[in-house]
């Protein structure tokens, strides 16, 4: 009868070493492009950790949705992506950004009697692709020196 005793006692704190409570909380920085193709930068913040992640819907999909997911470990990858953006705005058409996760590339498009428009694919190492174009790149530049 002793043991069953002393056994209901431990069994609670047992139980509760199985179970961490984790705190994390994901913020939307910014969203530069929303609809059909969108495009959401996050901050997750772990215990003691803090990342970034750009979401974005893969563009090679378009008869599905498939959402992808590149990861910046911290602050300082993710301003190596606005660098990227923010010399790939001063380049040329076919210049490109290669990081060790992604790839951007810059092209210009020019029709007919009209201004060009720049635009940037990013390539991320699975094999995901979105494009989006300068406008969308300021506002991401701008948001990201702001952190």
């Known amino acids: 009868m002793k043991k069953l005793i002393f056994l209901s006692l431990f069994i609670p704190a047992l139980a509760k070493a199985q179970f961490v409570i984790v705190n994390t909380s994901t913020v939307s920085l910014m969203e530069p492009r929303t609809g059909k193709w969108?495009?959401?930068?996050?901050?997750?913040i772990r215990e003691s950790d803090t990342c970034?992640?750009?979401?974005?819907r893969d563009q090679q999909e378009s008869a599905e949705v498939t959402m992808s997911t590149l990861k910046f470990g911290d602050l300082t990858q993710l301003r190596f992506f606005q660098k990227g953006l923010s010399a790939l705005k001063t380049g040329n058409t076919g210049d490109?950004?290669?990081?060790?996760?992604?790839?951007?590339?810059?092209?210009?498009v020019k029709k007919i009697g009209e201004k060009g428009t720049i635009w940037f694919t990013l390539?991320?190492?699975?094999?995901?692709?979105?494009?989006?174009q300068q406008a969308?790149?300021?506002?991401m530049i701008t948001a990201?020196?702001?952190l």
Do not use: H, W
């Open 52 to 56: 970034y992640v750009l979401n974005f």
């Open 136 to 139: 969308e790149a300021d506002r």
């Open 38 to 44: 969108p495009m959401d930068l996050q901050r997750v």
């Open 96 to 108: 490109i950004a290669k990081f060790k996760e992604y790839t951007i590339k810059r092209m210009d």
């Open 123 to 132: 390539t991320c190492n699975d094999g995901s692709v979105t494009n989006f």
């Open 144 to 146: 990201i020196k702001g």
